[in-house]
């Protein structure tokens, strides 16, 4: 399986199903996946962009400056595409 991010940042119960060795975090997290494109610098919405920092992490941006409830308001209204990334097949 590809390196995800730091062990705390990855749920405990991964590890101990043998997802993924060495996760160490809380197990209050999740791991979510949205969409199926490719990694890269992409638009998620036409408010946000995905912009990686690395070959296993990225964040989710404002595509312009905004205030911080509309940034906030804008991810929320992406919860519904959201999908667990729990039980992806390993690659």
């Not at 490719?38 to 962009?49: D, P, W, Y």
């Not at 911080?68 to 992406?78: C, E, I, M, P, S």
Request: hydrophobic share 30%; aromatic share 6%.
């Amino acid at each position: 399986m590809r390196k995800l991010c730091t062990p705390k940042m990855v749920p405990k119960r991964l590890h101990d199903t043998g997802k993924i060795p060495g996760a160490i975090g809380s197990q209050f997290l999740h791991l979510f996946r949205h969409g199926k494109g490719s990694f890269e610098h992409s638009t998620v919405t036409e408010q946000l962009t995905l912009v990686p920092d690395g070959d296993d992490h990225a964040t989710v941006q404002p595509s312009a400056v905004m205030v911080y409830a509309d940034y906030r308001q804008a991810l929320v209204n992406t919860r519904n595409d959201w999908v667990s990334g729990e039980d992806d097949p390993d690659e």
